[in-house]
């Protein structure tokens, strides 16, 4: 059993699947505690949280803010001086700035569970300085992670830790109860009798929600439900045509047990936990070919990736639609293949050696 002593440090917990994979390694690591701040606006924090040891940073949120971010410095500071962690282990941009800028005794670990380069909500120029700031963080690091191989590819590909330690940590996850479909269309107040095509996330511009919408208007015939809040909700709620309900936040379990369809519109993904999840339930996945989503759907065997158009989620979807033998067999395949590729049980012993490592 690990003694090293590790403090993660996230800037909020909001639902989704960095919050499963943080909460997760916090959970299952002896030794572990969690700092975060607040989730902010539309969002809401995810319920593991009530599960860890957890200290909360007051000004630290997703917002950027010069004083704020500065206090959140100053407080994360004195925890680190407090708890005297062997290791902080940052996750995601925020906090991988202001944990990787405390000095001490300890070693830095950071955590990329995705990248921005395909957000579409960021210029060029911004884009520029975030890699210039990645690139004098990564040489304060001891240890770089992906949560899969092809965002580690692409963040070394712009100059970001190429002479640093990298290795790649699939997110551990665990199968949703499953419930009967019927059951659980009942429940979310869903057609019970026809195929439904589910799409899970946060309604934010990088998951592009406006995408599902255009391929649910080029197939009328077909019924989608999309899930999740965010800044766009009300937004999709309002121009959603009448083959697409809306129902906002919802139990994941109750929503994969209750589609047959999942599609991700996304322009950016880091490792998809939602598609890892409705896979487990023995969901078929449509993606789009962004960060290591490949790597969670495998083309043609338990699912399809295509590029991020119109066109080819169409295509994607009319073929599952339209060949029910092909539907169960990529269920089947989808289900197998996620239980053995990602479990908690490797996901954690691969955090633990990467940490002895450095100790």
Known sequence: MSTIKVLHVIARMNVGGTARYVGELVKEIPQSALATGF??????EDHITSELRIYRIKHLGRRISIFNDFKAWLELSALVKDLQPEIIHTHTF???VIGRL???N????HTFHGHLFGDKSFGYLEK??????ERFLARRTDLLI??????????????????????SISPGVSPLPEIDKTVARERLGLDPNHLLVGWMARMTGVKNPHLMLEVARYMPETKFVMAGGGDLLEDIKKLAPANVQVIGWTDASLFWSAVDIAVSSSDNEGMPVALIEAQLAGVPVVATDVGSSSEVVRDKVSGFIVKTSRTELVSAIRTLVNT?????TFANSARMFSRDRFNHKLMTELHLSA?????
């Open 39 to 44: 989730v902010q606006g539309a969002e809401i």
């Open 94 to 96: 925020k906090a991988g």
């Open 102 to 104: 405390i000095r001490g």
């Open 106 to 109: 300890h070693k830095n670990v």
């Open 128 to 133: 520029r300085i975030l890699i210039i700031v």
């Open 146 to 167: 992906s949560v899969g191989n092809r965002v580690g590819h692409e963040l070394r590909a712009v100059g970001i830790g190429q002479n640093q330690i990298w290795t």
């Open 324 to 328: 029910p033998e092909l539907l169960i």
């Open 355 to 359: 940490y002895e490592k450095l100790t």
